[in-house]
């Protein structure tokens, strides 16, 4: 039996840029590391969640961590609010939510506030409280945005949303969709009332009106969802599990999996992060953990940006990272891949597959000699990113045997 490192290339898949001589920006980086283990190991492509799926890095992270996204995805609430780093346990119920304008007359004016270009820090820790033994935490995303999260017993996430979606209407009262979730609403209605009065005389606001600017005196919210109950990935594997990752969302879900979270020191989610850190923290985790998920953040951002040359550098710098990983090959498992396309030619999450690359030793090795998303259609895998995990145990020896 071998241990396992699974390394997802965030947004790693991409389409020709012409800048780069129609090339990728995986096809132009300078990557022995990558090309290396290509050329010794299997490679292929993997559609993340399913063929032309432009997935979400939430829900493709769930599906290559082998978890069906139709069940356990349960709205984007309490995603968001793990990606703002916020607590999030079984249970409990999430929400998107925005600082809104409401006017004396109780109409919500601008769904946005003016784009509050200020901290909300503030004003989000006057509004977080205890209401009947359920706590409410608001904590700060960008601009106007934040979420909403709800601890304590008994509650549900089957309410409807108190943002009406448009201007010119008064925010709507919330209302359960079943009768157990009669008092989550009821509470719900109580803190945005008490929501409102703070944030009415709340010097934040006196401030904006001093200066002529919209106020942010409502909290929009909407999406509800619970913390969706994952099957421990301890257990479903028979693995011991960590990731190192510097997203918090996806720290979030893996946490929800009962897998250890490993801080990597210099590791920050962004392109700076320090990918030499991360993967050395990753090999010593193979100490006390079979399995260590790692995710490389900084190609998706630089797909966002539709910045192909930052891109290829960042995927340059992972792979410097990457050499690492080489001395392991015949004790661990290594997979690379992506958990979706972030061209940046489109700025945004496609459909398009993702390269996937396994180097085990002592497994098979086919044709393909380098690792970019044209190479790897020489290799020999074409597999759906729920299908992953079982390929993996597999190579590592570790997969139970069906039928006799
Ligand atoms: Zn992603
Ligand atoms: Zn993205």
């Known amino acids: 039996m071998k241990k396992i490192v699974l390394i997802v290339m965030d947004g790693l898949g991409d389409r020709p840029i012409a800048s780069l001589g129609n090339r990728t920006p995986l096809q132009a980086a300078f990557r022995p590391g990558l090309n290396t283990m290509a050329r010794d190991g299997i490679t292929g492509l ?14 493709s992270h769930l599906s290559i961590l082998g978890y069906d996204t139709v069940k356990v995805y349960t709205g984007r609430g309490p ?55 359920v706590q409410f935490t608001v904590k700060p995303g960008v601009e106007h945005r934040a ?55 709340h010097p934040f606001n006196v401030k904006r009106s001093g200066k002529g600017e919209p106020p942010a005196n409502e909290l929009l919210i909407r999406g509800a969802g619970k913390a969706p109950e994952i099957e421990d990935f301890n257990q479903k594997y028979g693995m011991k599990g960590a990731c190192v990752v510097g997203i918090p969302m996806i720290a979030g879900i893996c946490s ?24 050395r923290t990753a090999i010593s985790a193979l100490r006390d953990h079979d399995f260590v998920l790692v995710n490389v953040k900084g190609p998706d951002i630089a797909g966002h940006d539709r910045n192909p040359e930052l891109k290829r550098d960042v995927i340059e710098k992972a792979d410097q990272a990457f050499r690492q990983l080489l001395g392991l090959k015949g004790e661990v498992v290594v997979a690379v891949t992506g958990d979706h396309s972030t061209p940046c030619t489109y700025g945004d999450h496609s459909g398009d597959p993702v390269p996937l690359l396994i180097y085990a030793g002592g497994n098979r090795i086919d044709p393909s000699e380098r ?25 590592s020896d570790r997969a139970e045997k069906y039928g006799a």
């Open 371 to 395: 690792f970019d998303e044209v190479s790897c259609v020489s290799g020999s895998l074409r597999i759906q990113s729920g299908d992953l995990m079982q390929y993996l145990m597999n190579v």
């Open 256 to 279: 929800l999996a009962g897998m250890d979270v490993i801080k990597a020191p210099g590791v920050t989610g962004r392109v700076d992060s320090d990918y030499e850190s991360k993967i």
């Open 147 to 201: 979420a909403l999260v709800m601890h304590g017993p008994g509650l549900s996430e089957k309410v409807t949303d108190s943002d009406p979606h448009e201007t010119g209407l008064p925010p709507r009262e919330v209302k359960p969709m079943d009768s157990n979730a009669s008092r989550t609403a009821e509470l719900l209605n109580r803190y945005l009332s008490k929501v409102r009065e703070i944030l009415d005389k």
């Open 79 to 133: 995603f968001e609010a793990m990606g703002l780093g916020m607590d999030v346990r079984k249970g409990d119920v999430a929400f998107r939510a925005n600082f809104a304008s409401r006017s004396k007359d109780g109409k919500i004016e601008d769904r946005r506030a003016g784009r509050l270009s200020e901290n909300t820090e503030e004003i989000c820790s006057a509004i977080s409280m205890v209401l009947d033994g």
């Open 46 to 59: 993997m559609f993340p969640v399913s063929q032309g799926i432009r997935s979400g890095s939430d829900t």
